[in-house]
Structure formats: C-alpha cells, structure tokens
C-alpha cells in the first residue's frame, strides 16, 4: 500500500518556525519527484517546493524563497520542509507529493507542478500562522 504520510504541522506565531516530514511507503522512492503542495481556504493548491531524487536539485516557489528549505533522507524515504520566518499568508493544509518522473527529477519551475500530474498525495497536515 502506497502511503505518504505529513507531519509536523501546527499552530505558530509569525516570524516563527516548523518542520513538516514526510515518510514514504509502498513505492521505489528514488524512482519519484517530491515536494510540497499547499491549499489555503477559499484557494487552489499550489506547489511550495520540490526536491529532485537525480541530483538533489530543488525549487521553490517564488513566494517562500528564501525561507523554506526541502531536503530528503533517501535512506529513510523521507522529506523534510523547514520553514522559517513564517507568515500569516503561509496559512493553509500542506500536502506531501509524489510524481513519477525520469531520474525522479522535479518541473524545471514550481509554476508548472500541476496538482494533475502527481502520483500520490498525503493527507495533508494544517500549518496555522497567527499575526
């Protein structure tokens, strides 16, 4: 059984920080890309960061350069998301994301990561930033 499992979300004052994980299950991970998505209220999911299996190349998206980071454990089929410096319109459920790809490498921009194209998700994971 496929399984993506998120953790590490929570509630956090702006400025602060959070961890979120994500352990893999069920399929060769170093066959996929990885990365998060993230859905707030009201809008439409969108990709926050991505981490290639080929090279370890990564990419984020405009609005949280500088401040997230992704890394992966492929010993322990797992990815991490930092984010730092945290602000109230990161608010939204983050969802871990897997697309089988060549060489497990990510979208040349995190702009045309489409939510269509992923394989598997997680349940997602709420991530709530209090002003």
């Known amino acids: 059984e496929v399984q993506l499992v998120e953790s590490g979300g929570g509630l956090v004052q702006a400025g602060g920080s959070l961890r979120l994980s994500c352990a893999a299950s069920g399929f060769t991970f170093d066959d996929y890309a990885i990365g998060w998505f993230r859905q707030a209220p009201g809008k439409e999911r969108e990709g926050v960061s991505c981490?290639?299996?080929?090279?370890?190349?990564?990419y984020y998206a405009d609005s949280v350069k500088g401040r997230f980071t992704i890394s992966r454990d492929n010993a322990k089929n797992t990815v991490y998301l930092q984010m730092n410096s945290l602000k109230p319109e990161d608010t939204a459920v983050y969802y871990c994301a897997a697309e089988a790809t060549p060489g497990g490498s990510c979208p040349y921009s995190l702009d045309s990561w489409m939510p269509y194209e992923i394989d598997y998700w997680g349940k997602g994971t709420l991530v709530t930033v209090s002003s």
């Open positions: 981490i290639s299996r080929s090279d370890g190349s990564t």
